[in-house]
T-cell receptor, first 116, second 111 residues
Framework: GAGVSQTPSNKVTEKGKYVELRCDPI?????LYWYRQSLGQGPEFLIY????????DSGLPNDRFFAVRPEGSVSTLKIQRTERGDSAVYLC??????????????FGEGSRLTVL | DAKTTQPPSMDCAEGRAANLPCNHS???????VYWYRQIHSQGPQYIIH???NNETNEMASLIITEDRKSSTLILPHATLRDTAVYYC????????????FGSGTQLTVLP
C-alpha cells in the first residue's frame, strides 16, 4: 500500500536482548518521526529525521535507544539491552517538508514490543 | 509549543453532533491548532487544523474562539466508528517539528 509501513507488527523479546524496529515511510516524505506509546498514554516523541540526519533526538530516553535513516527513506529504531519498561507500541510517522505546507503526519500501525 | 487541556472522556449518542473542547490559553500568534484521532490499535490520524478562522472538511469542523484561547472540534453526525481518542495539539505553522501529544479525550459513541 501507499501508507507508512512498520515491521514487525509484534515483537516479544527477553530482557537484555537487542531489538530492531523498521519503518518504511510514504515515498517522497523527507521527514520521519518515531514515537512510543504506553498503555493509556498519548504518543511520546522520540526522534525526528529530516532526510538522513536526526534533526531532533531529544526524546530518546537514554543511550540504549538509537535510530538511523542512512538513505533518507527507511528508518530503523534500535534498542539495546532491552528492559521491561521498554514495552510499548512504537509508532513511526512521515510527512512532507515543503515550506508553508500542512505537514500532516501520516502514522503507521505501530510495532508492539513486549519485553519479558 | 503551547500546552493544551482536554477533558479525559466524553460520550455522544450515535447520529448526534459530538463537540470536543480544547483549551490552549497560552497559544502564540504563529501557532496552529491541529486535531488528530486514534482509533484503538491504530496509529493517529489527522483530522483538521486551523489558525484563527473556522475550518470545515469532510471529516469535521473546527471552531476557534476569537481570542484563540480555546477551540471545539465538531463531528456533525457521530457514528460508532468515530469512537476514538481525540488529540488537540498546537504547533507553529509550517513547522516540520514533531507534534507533542497530550492525553486527549476518549470519545465513546453510544448506539
Amino acid at each position: 500500500g501507499a501508507g507508512v509501513s512498520q515491521t514487525p507488527s509484534n515483537k516479544v523479546t527477553e530482557k537484555g536482548k537487542y531489538v530492531e524496529l523498521r519503518c518504511d515511510p510514504i515515498s517522497g516524505h523527507t521527514a520521519l518521526y518515531w514515537y512510543r506509546q504506553s498503555l493509556g498514554q498519548g504518543p511520546e516523541f522520540l526522534i525526528y529525521f529530516q532526510g538522513t540526519g536526526a534533526a531532533d533526538d531529544s526524546g530518546l530516553p537514554n543511550d540504549r535507544f538509537f535510530a538511523v535513516r542512512p538513505e533518507g527513506s527507511v528508518s530503523t529504531l534500535k534498542i539495546q539491552r532491552t528492559e521491561r519498561g521498554d514495552s510499548a507500541v512504537y509508532l513511526c510517522a512521515s510527512s512532507f517538508s515543503l515550506a508553508g505546507g500542512n505537514r500532516e503526519l501520516f502514522f503507521g500501525e505501530g510495532s508492539r514490543l513486549t519485553v519479558l | 509549543d503551547a500546552k493544551t487541556t482536554q477533558p479525559p472522556s466524553m460520550d455522544c449518542a450515535e447520529g448526534r453532533a459530538a463537540n470536543l473542547p480544547c483549551n490552549h490559553s497560552t497559544i502564540s500568534g504563529n501557532e496552529y491548532v491541529y486535531w488528530y484521532r486514534q482509533i484503538h490499535s491504530q496509529g493517529p490520524q489527522y483530522i483538521i487544523h486551523g489558525l484563527k478562522n473556522n475550518e470545515t472538511n469532510e471529516m469535521a469542523s473546527l471552531i476557534i474562539t476569537e481570542d484563540r484561547k480555546s477551540s471545539t472540534l465538531i463531528l456533525p453526525h457521530a457514528t460508532l466508528r468515530d469512537t476514538a481518542v481525540y488529540y488537540c495539539i498546537v504547533r507553529v505553522g509550517g513547522s516540520a517539528r514533531q507534534l507533542t501529544f497530550g492525553s486527549g479525550t476518549q470519545l465513546t459513541v453510544l448506539p
